[in-house]
C-alpha cells in the first residue's frame, strides 16, 4: 500500500474535529477514495460507503428533511447491516457533486456529532450539463465543513513508494538546513530519482504500475490512459459547446511549456484565440483540479496577491508525470537520458518545480518585467518575507535574481539547479531535488 502524508491528518482530524464534517477535493485518481476507505476501516468499529455515481439511488436519502434522524433511518434501508456504533463511525459520501443535497446536510451531522462524516469529489464547483438544475440548489455547509485538497503523490511519497526509508528521505533536510556540500554520490543518485519522478509523477496507479514492472513504456501507457479518462470528463461533464475549448487549451499545455516565457499565450491554443473565447475554458480546468494558474505580480512584496495581474499568468499541470506523459514517450526517454535541449526542457522543470511546491500548500506567484528583462519564475511568501525562486534545467547564470537580489534585497533567495550547494549572501543554491524542504 502507498504511504501518503494524508492519514496523518485524518487521524488528527479524528482527534481534534469538533462540529465538522470532512470534505476531501482533487483531481480524479488521485487516491481520495482508497486512502479514506483504508482509513474508515482501520480507525473505527464501524464503516460505511456510498457512493452516488454508482449507486445514485443513495440520493433519495437526502430528499425531503435534512434531519439527522431522519437521514438515518433512511441510511438503514439502503445500506445492509447498517449497525453504526455512536462516536466511532465512520460514513464516507463518495463523489458527493453529484448529490448537492448531502453536501448540504453536512451541516445538520456535524451539529449531531453521533458519527463522523467525510465526504469525497472530484469536479466539484463545476455545472454539470444534465444537472445544472440540481447544481444550484446546493447550500454550503460553511463552518462545518472542512476543506482539503488531495494532490497525487508528491516526490517524498514517491520515494517511500519505491521503498525507501523516512528516515533516509529525511536526511536529506539535514543538507538543506546545514547548507553542507553534499556527496557526489548522493547527488548522482538523487538527481536521478528526481528525474524519474518527473516522468512517472505521482498518480497512484501509474506508481504503482512503475514499482511493479519497472517498465517506463508500461508506465507511459498507463498516464495514457489516465489522460483518455480525463478526455471523457470533459466531454461527460462540461457543456457541449465548451468541450473543443477546454480540450485544446489542457491540450496546449506541452506548446505552452516550451515557449520562452511560458506565459499562457491564447493564440498558442489556436490561432487568434482570445480569452473572451477560452476564459470559461481555463476555469473548468481549474475547477476539475487538472491544471492551476500562477499570476504575474505588479510588485513583487507582501502581500502578493494584491499586486496579482489576473491577464498575466502561467498554466501548469498538477501531476508532472502526467505534463511530461502529454510530450510524448520520446521526450520522457530524453530526459531520462539527459538528451532533452531547448525551451521545452526549461518549461518542464518549471512545471517540476511548481508540482513539488503547489504539493507543499503554497501559494505561487510569479515576477516579470513589463520590458521582459527580469523574470523570477516563482515568488511565494513565507515568516512575512517575499521569497524568489529561480529555476535552471541545468546550470547557468542568474542575472534576473542578481537584480532582483539588488534591487529588493529578500531576507532569501533559491536558485535551483542540477549541482551542489551553494551561499553568497542571501542567495542559496540548492539542487532540484532539495525543493520539498524549503
Known sequence: ???????????????????????????????????IEHFGLNEYEKYFYLNFIKSPEYKQIFEGSLEPVEIYKKLSLYLPNFNPVEKNTLIFLDEIQRCPKARTALKFLALDQKYDFIASG????INYKNENKEHEEISIPVGYEH?????????????WAIGMSKKAVNSLNDYFENGSKIESPIIDRFSKLLTEYMIVGGMPEV???MVETSNFQKVYETQQKILSAYEDDIKNYAKNTEIPKITACYN??????????????????????SARKYENALDWLVDAGLIKQVFNVSLPILPLKAYEITEEFKIYATDIGLATSMFGYETQAALLKNTLTGPAKGGIYENLIFDILNKKQIHLNYFRKDDGKQEIEFLFEKDGNVIPVEVKASRGKTVSLNNFIEEYKPHV?????????????CKTTIPHFLVPFI
Open 1 to 35: 500500500m502507498l504511504k501518503r502524508k494524508i492519514y496523518d491528518f485524518l487521524i488528527e482530524w479524528k482527534k481534534t474535529k469538533k462540529y465538522e464534517c470532512l470534505l476531501v477535493n482533487g483531481a480524479r485518481q488521485v487516491g481520495k477514495t482508497f486512502i
Open 122 to 125: 472530484s469536479l466539484l464547483g
Open 147 to 159: 476543506e482539503i485538497e488531495m494532490t497525487s503523490l508528491d516526490f517524498e511519497e514517491y520515494l
Open 207 to 209: 506508481v504503482n504500475t
Open 252 to 273: 496546449s499545455i506541452p506548446r505552452q511549456l516550451s515557449n520562452e516565457y511560458t506565459k499562457f499565450k491564447y493564440k498558442t491554443v489556436e490561432k487568434g484565440g
Open 413 to 425: 533567495a533559491y536558485k535551483l539547479i542540477s549541482g551542489n550547494i551553494g551561499r553568497e549572501g
